[in-house]
């Protein structure tokens, strides 16, 4: 089974701390996610990588930074923790080829900011 | 990344099918379109995915009419442990790097009543 793993279930934070937010994946998947869930609002994309050091902006990047330094870890930055940043993230996966480009979630961060 | 429209919340009663349509009017030729499922505190889940006519497995089926225009998935026999939000999404899963981004909406909000 594919398993893709998020360093905190539940991390709490100060406005203007920088945090970080780490996704590793044992499937040798090139492409990874990371999502941000609010109620009312879905799932939104924050960045992607399709590959080691690349990265693409998603729906709503600003304030967000990434990381993709190996292909098993892609890791989220927030440089200055605000108080909208409080929300549920969620890391994927994807292999580029295979069975209908499947993204494989890991089981959330929920992020408060003080 | 064509838009989807569904409905934000469905009641059904134990042991009921249920249909849920997703409209997506503006889907493109090389589009397909794939569910995904979220049970509270987990991530999304992959469910089914199709081009055209109807697929299925063991979960649910998919029906697609030869417009593609709208998508319903269907689930039979529904229990309580089908409540979930249902994610209906359409996109190009060919090639390039920006076919692998997903744009997930709000969802509908399945509740199964005993």
């Known amino acids: 089974d594919v398993k893709v793993t998020q360093s905190s279930r539940y991390l709490v934070k100060r406005t203007g701390e920088k945090v970080f937010l780490e996704c590793v994946q044992d499937?040798?998947?090139?492409?990874m996610f990371w999502y941000r869930q609010d109620p009312g609002l879905g799932l939104r994309l924050i960045y992607f990588?399709?590959?080691?050091?690349?990265?693409e902006k998603g729906d709503i990047p600003e304030g967000y930074s990434v990381s993709r330094e190996k292909k098993e870890r892609f890791s989220l930055i927030l440089e200055s923790a605000s108080t909208n940043q409080t929300s549920m993230y969620l890391c994927?996966?994807?292999?580029?080829?295979?069975?209908?480009?499947?993204?494989?979630f890991g089981p959330g961060t929920r992020l408060t900011v003080l | 990344l064509a838009k989807t429209t569904q409905p934000i919340s469905m009641d059904s009663y134990e042991g009921q099918e249920v249909n849920i349509t997703c409209s997506h009017n503006?889907?493109?030729?090389?589009?397909?379109i794939t569910w995904y499922q979220q049970f509270p505190s987990q991530g999304p889940r992959f469910i089914i995915q199709?081009?055209?006519t109807k697929v299925t497995n063991e979960v649910a089926s998919l029906f697609i009419p030869a417009d593609r225009k709208s998508s319903t998935l269907s689930l039979p026999r529904v229990s309580l442990s089908d409540t979930a939000v249902y994610y209906c999404?359409?996109?190009?899963?060919?090639?390039?790097?920006?076919?692998?981004?997903?744009?997930f909406g709000k969802g509908t909000k399945l509740s199964v009543i005993p």
């Open positions: 994927a996966s994807s292999p580029t080829s295979g069975k209908n480009n499947e993204q494989f």
């Open positions: 503006n889907i493109a030729t090389n589009d397909y």
């Open positions: 499937m040798d998947h090139e492409n």
């Open positions: 999404l359409v996109g190009d899963m060919g090639s390039g790097a920006g076919s692998y981004q997903l744009t």
């Open positions: 199709g081009y055209k």
């Open positions: 990588s399709y590959d080691v050091k690349m990265k």
